[in-house]
């Protein structure tokens, strides 16, 4: 098992190392595939256009096309930063909950995007992932909000939901952030292409802007 964790560890520290611009590959990064129903695969445009945002604004050398990867699956430790979003229910199994403690206790970041819908279920798998944490909101002040672009009032709004404030919660393993939960701003939607919501040039930059705060957290820390 020792054996297998740090086999584990070698791939995420191999792949955070390629991040440099001075590698000859761009590294990887992943949508999270996972079952019970909801539409994993929403936003299809969106990790694309984020993806080619950051390595032509923050100097990232990540792959144009983003890799699909299912929660229980050895190949997630391939992935520094991974990506979860939908509408509709979400289903780890005992695999998936092992797989995914391990690959965020090695050093791998989920960010989980609330296109919406999805809070209780995300809720309720992470606990299956972290029973002993609670989801707790980041401060404004937050590194997250801070690294390559200044959100100085946290996420940004980008779509209404609930006519709630947008909310950034986090959990942590040993005091690093290893989970990012954008909730009632709907970042996703705001990254995909500006027709498919109708959404403002403004809205566009600003999902994009704190998408790439996301990146460059990961890639720094």
Known sequence: MKKQLAHRILLIAAALLSCSALQAQPVRIALLKYNGGGDWYANPTSLPNLIEFCNKNIGTNINPEPSTVDVGS?????????????HGNIVFSESDVLNLRK???????????????IEQYVRREMK???????FVELPFNHDIYHTAYHFNNGLPKIHEHDNLPPQGFGLFVDGRLVCFFSHECDLGDGWEDIAVHNDSPEKHLEALQMGANIISYVFSH
């Open 103 to 117: 690959y965020l206790e090695a050093g791998g970041f989920l960010h989980i995007d609330n296109n919406y819908g």
């Open 128 to 134: 299956k992932v972290f029973p002993d944490q609670e």
């Open 74 to 86: 050895f190949d997630l430790f391939n992935y520094p930063f991974v990506h979860l979003t939908g």
